[in-house]
């Protein structure tokens, strides 16, 4: 059984390349970037592709329930693809900008695969935790209809957040004033 300390380490991992991409990306100056730009931002893309896979991997082994598994594969496959997609424009940004061209386009590459790295992070963890509180509502015998069941309504029927009409708006200073139950509207 994987634990959400399994992903963080795939996370952490990638914390070193993840900080050479971000070198690139941050440089302000528009100097010209070092010959070798180019193959440490593919050695950097490709250690996090491949740290963000196993993660995924290791997601998915904590899914018990085919269906969930089968959507959250899809899912996450997605997300893979999408990123690996992005590695590649960066690469090939790297490879221009290397040459003397678009530094610019670059650092919007490298932010954008930033981005989407971290999107794939929240996304990883997101499984994994759906999959554990799936596993305890099994444990516990609760069915899903159980565990999310509407809010009670109070003594006076209405619901937990004020409605419509409970709420009325300021025209002189726009705010919103709750009015009490049986008041003069």
């Known amino acids: 059984m ?30 010209q970037l070092p010959p070798d730009a180019a193959r440490r931002v593919a050695d950097a893309t490709s250690a996090i592709l491949a740290e963000a896979r196993a993660a995924g991997r290791a997601a998915l082994t904590a ?69 554990a509180a799936s596993r305890e509502v099994a444990r516990l015998g609760l069915s899903a209809a159980e565990v999310f069941r509407p809010l009670p309504r109070s003594r006076t029927g209405s619901s937990r957040w004020p409605g419509p009409r409970d709420v009325r708006s300021s025209r002189v200073s726009g705010r919103c004033i709750r009015r009490r139950a049986g008041s003069a509207r």
């Open 2 to 31: 994987i634990g959400t300390d399994d992903l963080r380490d795939h996370q952490a991992r990638c914390m070193p390349h993840v900080a050479i991409l971000q070198m690139f990306a941050s440089n302000l100056a528009d100097v």
């Open 63 to 131: 899914v018990a329930d085919d269906d969930l598994r089968s959507a959250n594969l899809s899912l996450l496959t997605a997300r893979q693809a999408r990123l690996e997609h992005a590695a590649q424009d960066a690469i090939a940004s790297a490879r221009e900008a290397a040459r003397g061209g678009n530094v610019a386009a670059l650092r919007q590459r490298l932010q954008r695969f930033d981005t989407l790295t971290s999107a794939m992070w929240t996304v990883q963890l997101s499984v994994w935790e759906h999959a």
